[in-house]
């Protein structure tokens, strides 16, 4: 499907996703299926909500199974009788070594980066949570340090640079604090962009506004329809899950998350029931996982890809040999930009997998499988990543 097609209607004319079983949508929610690609408002909560299901759907549909899976700890547990200890770091170092000849390191692997990117145009994009800041217990202290903070506004000075987020854009923006960036909050469906080269700018849910320093900007919201959707199915998450000790519900106005990081592990299937229980109600909405989180949001065909090429055609930098993007990131949903696509002379090229368009860079100091192309290990090896870009922009232009 062509970019500009896909603005047409982002909205999925099939409401449940072909790979639902990847998603864990209960294929018996089907029987749920709206006919037609637009939602009237009130007709979504006429559906007449079903009995509370039973702790094996969440069995059955892969829930727990992704949700134990999220996020492992770096090193293993050995129990003994009387004590704990770390299980054998050789072991796990062999593991990860072999992973990396897989996904080898940026950092290491910096001069072939280079030797690709030189006489192109760079553009950066940037997850935030995992990725510019460390995982925290509490999503609200989730803050990036000053260092890093600098380190990217460098890169901005020298390439267009975005940060895409799974948070609400206000959220990313309170944390990140720089005007100089171009955000995309809610896993994409909220992007505020440069003032269009291109045709994305004419979708009808694009419109010009201001940012905060009055500089006008495009706002693009595919998933406008669904705010009193978001608005509701969080009211009822909130409600159905304050007696389960530890869980967080966070708005982020197209999309929400329900966090169980700091949940007791016996109570994973109740919290994956309650929010399954209410799914079942919404057909339009899906459920993706992230890092100790249940993401709930619209079924529409957009995701961090989708952000990634539509800040590139925003940028006036598709339809071009001549760009290089880069994009780093930790989490699931990252794996829909590194697949990202960008169209050339009317073909189209994977932008991150394929090696002369852009590079993915997974962070992570795990082995796991990944669309990516590089790694780095964590936010401290993105922070030298990010220096280094500067270091040789600034040693090319003098
Ligand atoms: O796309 P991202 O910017 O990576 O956002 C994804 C989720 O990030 C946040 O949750 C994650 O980080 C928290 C703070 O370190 C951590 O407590 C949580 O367990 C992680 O899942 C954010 O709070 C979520 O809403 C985002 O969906």
Redesign the pocket.
């Known amino acids: 499907m062509e970019l500009k097609s896909n603005h047409s209607s982002p909205v999925l004319t099939d409401p449940i996703p072909v790979n639902n079983s990847r998603l864990g949508i209960h294929s018996n929610l089907l029987s749920y299926q709206q006919s037609g690609g637009s939602l009237s408002s009130g007709k979504y909560m006429t559906i007449p909500r079903k009995k509370p299901g039973k702790l094996e759907d969440v069995w059955s549909n892969g829930w727990l199974e992704a949700m134990r899976s999220s ?1 492992p700890p770096r090193k293993r547990l050995i129990k003994d009788k009387d004590f704990t200890i770390e299980a054998a770091a050789d072991d796990f170092d062999i593991a990860y070594c072999s992973w990396m000849i897989k996904y080898p390191s940026a950092l290491k692997s910096f001069d072939q980066i280079l030797k690709n990117a030189k006489n192109k145009k760079v553009a950066v994009f940037l ?5 510019l ?1 460390p ?5 609200d202290r ?1 803050f990036m340090s000053d260092s890093m903070r600098s380190a990217v506004r460098d890169v901005a000075k020298y390439f267009p640079t975005a940060i895409i ?3 609400s854009r206000d959220k ?1 923006y309170e944390l990140v604090g720089l005007t100089e960036l171009y955000y995309a909050g809610s896993h994409g469906m909220d992007i505020m962009g440069p003032v269009s080269h291109a045709e994305s700018g004419d979708h009808p849910n694009c419109i010009r506004s201001t940012d905060q320093q009055g500089k006008e900007v495009n706002l693009f919201q595919p998933a406008r329809e669904f705010i009193p959707m978001i608005d509701e199915v969080l009211k009822t998450l909130v409600e159905n899950t304050k007696d389960i000790k530890g869980a967080n519900v ?1 708005n ?1 106005k197209f999309c929400t ?1 329900v ?1 169980y ?1 700091n949940v007791e592990e016996k109570n994973w299937p109740t919290i994956a029931q309650r929010v399954h229980d209410i799914l079942k109600d919404y057909p339009r909405l899906r459920l993706t996982h ?4 249940l ?1 709930i949001r619209p079924v529409i065909d957009w995701n961090k890809g989708k952000a990634v090429e539509f800040l590139l055609e925003s940028l006036g930098l598709s339809d071009r040999d001549d760009v290089l993007a880069i994009y780093i990131g ?2 699931k ?1 990252d794996e829909d930009a590194f697949k990202a696509s960008k169209y050339n002379s009317n073909s189209r090229f994977t932008v991150f997998r394929e090696r002369n368009l852009g590079y993915g860079i997974l962070v992570s100091s795990v082995p796991k499988e990944s669309n990516a192309f590089f790694s780095v290990r964590d936010p401290s090896e993105v922070k030298k990543f990010l220096k280094a870009l500067v270091t040789w922009k600034k040693f090319e232009k003098a």
């Open positions: 996020s997850d935030y949570d995992g990725t800041s995982i925290v217990d509490d999503p989730a987020s799974g948070r990313v966070e982020h998350s966090h990081r992230g890092r100790k989180v993401e930790d989490d949903t």
